[in-house]
């Protein structure tokens, strides 16, 4: 079984920044893509970054410019470093790869 852990989350202003962390339990996480997903409150979960194995990066549109979505295989552990948050983007924030999903860590921006 593949456990995902997010971490990283927390509360900070508009136009700060915060660096999250996806720890994968399996040397799989390689040969996977990696993603990150949000949800807010009261909407739909939406994609907001992935990187293929071979580092192929994808942003949705609210997003660009603003976050990057990096991976260390060596380490198993996938990042979505985020400035210049909105308090739009606060959400709870989900790794994910293939079919497997971590818990979500929960970011905050106030404005």
């Known amino acids: 079984q593949v456990q995902l852990v997010e971490s990283g989350g927390g509360l900070v202003q508009a136009g700060g920044s915060l660096r999250l962390s996806c720890a994968a339990s399996?040397?799989?996480?390689?040969?996977?893509?990696m993603a990150w997903y949000r949800q807010a409150p009261g909407k739909q979960r939406e994609s907001v970054a992935s990187?293929?194995?071979?580092?192929?990066?994808y942003y949705a549109d609210s997003v660009k410019g603003r976050f990057t979505i990096s991976r260390d295989n060596a380490k198993n552990t996938a990042y979505l470093q985020m400035n210049s948050l909105e308090p739009e983007d606060t959400a709870v924030y989900y790794c994910?790869?293939?079919?497997?999903w971590g818990k979500g860590t929960l970011v905050t921006v106030s404005s």
């Open positions: 994910n790869a293939q079919q497997y």
């Open positions: 399996r040397s799989f996480f390689s040969s996977y893509g």
């Open positions: 990187i293929s194995s071979g580092g192929s990066t």
